[in-house]
């Protein structure tokens, strides 16, 4: 029997949430910097192709990455990096979207921290999972609950600094995170008043239903 939420084969322009946790659920983002070095190479792999272009001085590299981009065959519409498990909430345009992105990430970031931490082997557990996003209610809980993962974690790491959090409340801004699809359901990004359920904001710190129960086996188990 195959493992539960490892999808063999993806849809095109197929709504997806993705998944992966450390192997024996072993942290894999130690520092900041391990969290930074992440997220660099999800810009790498997903910023338009024009804008890597002008990213690049003597030294850096960036243009190794181009022939690699999936800007166009891609949308990562949230996601969240956690003490040993990552989530993303993508759209892939092309059916084999993600699994290229996957395995770019995924060699990317395990050569840098075996590097880093001296160590060798995988670093997360078995394929990493993913489940179809079927229904516009799924595509909006799923959001917040990546996010209220990043809000609730405990931890030395502050992990909304290293999620789409702050992106969908206008506090930052970049090309390779496409947060207007599911802000475009609410009045507004921030709450305007205490209570603001017309605001993505209200929507994902003050909504009352536990968005856990209403995704069911688009989660893992064990988050926050």
């Known amino acids: 029997m195959p493992a539960k939420n490892i999808v063999k084969t993806y849809l095109e322009n197929g709504y997806y949430h993705l998944y992966n946790r450390g192997v024996e659920k072993r942290k894999i983002f130690l520092d900041d910097q391990d969290c930074k070095v992440f997220l660099h190479y999800l810009k790498m792999y997903l910023s338009p192709p024009a804008e890597l272009k002008e990213l690049e ?3 850096t590299r960036i243009n190794r990455f181009i022939p690699l981009n999936l800007s166009g065959e891609l949308d990562l519409l949230s996601f969240a990096l956690m003490p040993n498990h990552v989530h993303l909430q993508v759209k892939q345009r092309t059916k084999d979207a993600i699994t290229k992105l996957m395995r770019r990430l995924s060699t990317s970031y395990v050569m840098y921290f075996n590097k880093k931490y001296q160590r060798v082997g995988a670093l997360c557990q078995n394929n990493y999972k993913g489940v179809i996003i079927e229904n516009e ?9 990546i996010h209220l993962n990043a809000l609730k974690t405990q931890s030395s790491i ?9 992106y969908y409340l206008g506090l930052k801004h970049a090309s390779w995170i496409k947060p207007e699809e599911i802000l475009g359901y609410f009045k507004n990004s921030q709450r305007q008043d205490l209570k603001d359920f017309l605001s ?17 086996s688009l989660t893992l188990e064990d988050d926050f």
Not at 201 to 207: A, K, M, R, T, W
């Open 57 to 59: 001085q003597p030294g």
């Open 137 to 145: 209610a799924f595509l909006l809980h799923l959001s917040r609950y």
């Open 158 to 166: 502050n992990f909304v600094d290293f999620s789409s959090y702050p």
């Open 200 to 216: 993505y904001q209200g929507f994902v710190e003050d909504y009352l239903e536990d968005t856990r129960e209403i995704l069911e």
